[in-house]
């Protein structure tokens, strides 16, 4: 019984209701407790909320490297505090809800030998219940911490095992399955016999990869190692591999070696090629059991000693020499391999750990060896006593590994640590860093010289005191969201300054992470934005003002628009009435008075006729360059090739006239103002039919595809958008390449008005056009063999 029990009543003969009696109870939980001593795996008891320690057997207290005295009578947590964050929520939770719990390899510090030690434990929270209440709760554990170390250092020498096939100098590789699927294939395979890229082999079928090897022998004997678990070893043996160049022959010394899975199943091949076609008369073998050796050694790193303690003589592996600076073949005593400690570690660590070996049978220590070179290196070693009859040490096994890498990167941590906080607080920044779970662990000297807070302050009461309490319910939901998903944080907050002053913030934290992603702590920063957050609200108060103001303006500027479109609507269809009256009387004037009229009258009166003309289409023109400006537009989804079609009916007649010829690739499909594009489509195509060269017929070639933004030689392209282009290439007069921007200008002629009829509008419509679809257009020219117009539309989504 334990320490805290009242004492146990003398023995009465009472029976309860089922007929047993005190003396069967007492019998009975004797025998319990009894058999929890003798238990092979760690046991104890514990009653109460503090957890307090009833009874405790010798595996437990040997686990956890307590003696009962520490342990029972006493509160959990008093006796082994180290623990207490890793398991109290769980036994609480066991004790309120009576509800088991299982944990499998699961991680724990604890202080063995007075140092911290990395264990895994596989164990049972069993409630103990009196009347239907959770009283106590029963713990069974059993340490794994060496299954779940070889475990991990299993997978390391898997990664090392792969790295050591590829980086071998001999042709190697691995088929997988009983399909020989290849999974590995180092460089001296791929070049020098399979002649290929390891994109082209890697996860293909052997035999469909190389299906010339079917007919030789190797197929059969894959199989047969596959299915026997035994190596194939064979020297000299002759290959045919096809292959870029054809079929070449090979002299092999070869190694079929069958890889196990931990059941014993044979789950791939490992191929180990020697080409020896050079060499056959000279029949080199290969050790390979040695080859296989080494890579077993280099892969796990570890050394092995086997030591006698009774005559301190030591049986070691090659690499234990190494990790002492020697050759691996050299064959150190305990006497050398004690002396090479350094002075400080020999006694306190080595020493010391060895005398609690002799006690426990546990031999675990991490101390600085010094080399032949005089450098400075540590080690790490493991070991377990054997005993004799009676109890008594015989030998001691172990393992022993260079340590010196992880060491080194502790001491760097530390350092740059170290760095950081003196960089940290020399910054008028807020600086600060929060573990995993988002729980705050530093400040830098600004936050506390801001907020007029201690350290002590601020663990005790938390920091979200110096956020101001509008703030402070985003603040944790924003710092919860992140934390849960890994983004960055971001949140502009009001802190309280020490004369009790609230000032704006810009904070930021994000996640550092390890190779592997996974979060390793938060670092952030809080940076002073009041004055510029007062400038902004100011500012975006006067921007609203002036955006009325210019709302306002608009409409105005809208409804005069409209007025005047009127005006224009109007004014046009007024002009054009006595235009009509004047070409109509001026006709029939020359059809009635020719004759009287002289030679001088009849060139006035077609001089006349042609000035009206000109302004009819003059007023026409302005009148579709306004259409063009209208607000309504009418978007439709239309097949462009029906549009073209279209302009070619209306221009039939000049294009017979000048014999002319257009070609046209398939045009696209889009949502256009159809009367625009029809207007747009038909201006290019006057042009091209109008300015030729004299005694030239006119071709014009439509070509159309995409382009990316950034190729198109525009300023205003987005580089961003993926544009469809239309051209139209003709092979009339051109233009001189300075004049590109003035085509498309209101007015703007580049001819003699006798020379090619037109107002100079034209292209100004195009170019409005195109602006009205978001596009944009261009021009290229040159004089004597053409032009080419191109149009340029937004990809449509």
Known sequence: MSNNREPVEPIRRSTDKHGFTTRQADDSESRFRNTMKQAPVGMIILRGENFVVEMANDSYLALVDRTEQNLVGKPLFESLPEVRDAVGG?????????????????????????????????????????????????????????????????????????????????????????????????????????????????????????????DQKFAEILELVYRTGTIHKENEALAFIDGPGGVMSHYLDYQYAPIFEVDGSVSGIMVSVNDVTEKVKFRQQIAEAADRLSLATDGTKLATWDLNLKTLDIIHSGRLASIFGYDESAVLTHEQLRSQVHPDDRKAIVEKAFAVALETGVYYYEARVIHPDKSMHWVRTQGKVLYQEGHIPHRMLGTMMDITDRKEAELALKTSEGKFRTLADSMPQFVWTGDTDGNFNYFNQSVYDYSGLTSQQMRDNGWLQIVHPDDRSENIRLWQLAVSTGK???????????????????????????????????????????????????????????????????????????????????????????????????????????????????????????????????????????????????????????????????LSDVISQKKAVIKSETLPIRNVIVYQFEQLFGNIIANGLKFTKVGMSPVIQIRTGKISGELIPLMDADHNLTYEFISFSDNGIGFEPQFKERIFQVFQRLHNRSAYEGTGIGLAICKKIVDNHKGLIDAVGKPGVGSTFIIYLPVEQ
């Open 90 to 214: 769980v036994l609480t939770q066991v004790l309120r809800t009576g509800i088991p719990y299982y944990g499998n390899e699961f991680e724990v510090t604890l202080y063995r030998g007075g140092k911290p030690e990395q264990c895994y434990f596989n164990f049972v929270y069993q409630p103990l219940t009196e009347e239907g209440e959770t009283t106590g709760i029963i713990v069974v554990a059993t340490e794994v911490t060496r299954q779940v170390l070889s475990t991990q250092a299993l997978q390391r020498s898997e990664i090392q095992f792969r790295n050591l096939v590829t980086q071998s100098q001999f042709a190697k590789a691995i088929f997988k399955g009983e399909d020989f699927v290849i999974s590995i294939a180092n460089e001296a395979m791929l070049k020098t016999l399979w002649r290929r890229d390891l994109k082209d082999v890697e996860g293909r079928k052997l035999f469909d990869v190389f299906p010339e090897l079917k």
């Open 488 to 650: 960055d944080f971001l949140f502009e907050h009001r802190f309280k300054r020490h004369d009790g002053e609230y000032r704006w913030q810009l904070s930021r934290a994000i996640p550092q992470k390890n190779a592997d992603g996974s979060i390793q702590m938060w670092v952030g920063t809080s940076t002073d934005i009041h004055d510029s957050k007062i400038f902004i609200d100011e500012l975006e108060t006067k921007v609203q003002m002036r955006t009325m103001e210019l709302t306002v303006a608009n409409n105005e500027l809208i409804r005069t628009n409209m007025e005047l479109a009127q005006f224009a609507y109007v004014a046009s269809h007024d002009l054009q009435e006595p235009l009509r009256k004047i070409q109509t009387f001026a006709t029939r004037i020359l059809e009635t008075e020719r004759e009287n009229l002289s030679e001088k009258g009849q060139d006035y009166f077609n001089r006349m006729q042609a000035s009206s003309t000109r302004m009819q289409q003059l007023i026409v023109d302005l009148l579709a360059f306004s259409r063009a400006n209208a607000i309504e537009k009418h978007f439709e989804q239309v097949d462009l090739n029906v549009v073209l079609k279209n302009i070619k009916e209306q």
